[in-house]
């Protein structure tokens, strides 16, 4: 079944980006979010997943737990020269764990915004009429 509400979303902020991630459950809202930051990055669409890797992380607090997410992934795509095309995610208690999936930069890919990190900057993630919001602004 298609969401009827919008899964991504971008608020003013003055000199950074601010992002928003919506979902059924705070792994959908947090796996948006990140879609979001790399939609920054690069044109969404404009890169096809060839490789799949795992990461995991442990936070017990949701909110550092959008940012310790965001960073992750970050500084995978770094480290591996990839950006990353589709992202799940699940928790188990304080433990997140992650598939995700991605391709090594091209030359011919047209490049958006180098993202530095996600911040604690405006960080909110709550549940409102029964959807996730997962929300900070990033260092651009």
């Not at 298609?2 to 608020?11: G, K, M, N, Q, R």
């Not at 930051?37 to 995991?56: D, H, K, N, T, Y």
């Not at 310790?68 to 990353?84: H, P």
Request: one cysteine or more; charged letters at 25%; hydrophobic letters at 45%.
């Amino acid at each position: 079944m298609e969401p009827t509400y919008l899964a991504i979303d971008f608020f003013e902020h003055d000199a950074d980006i601010g992002i928003t991630g919506r979902g059924g459950s705070i792994e959908e809202a947090f796996e948006n979010a990140a879609r979001a930051m790399f939609s920054v990055i690069a044109p969404p669409g404009a890169i096809s997943a060839q490789l799949s890797i795992e990461l995991q992380f442990e936070e017990p607090d949701p909110e550092l737990a959008l940012v310790v997410w965001l960073n992750t992934l970050l500084g995978e795509a770094r480290a591996r020269a990839m950006t990353f095309t589709d992202v799940r995610l699940r928790r188990d208690g304080t433990h997140w764990h992650a598939r995700v999936h991605g391709a090594p930069w091209r030359s011919d890919v047209e490049h958006g915004v180098e993202v530095k990190g996600a911040t604690l900057t405006m960080l909110k993630v709550e549940q409102v009429d029964g959807i996730w919001n997962a929300r900070c602004v990033i260092d651009v």
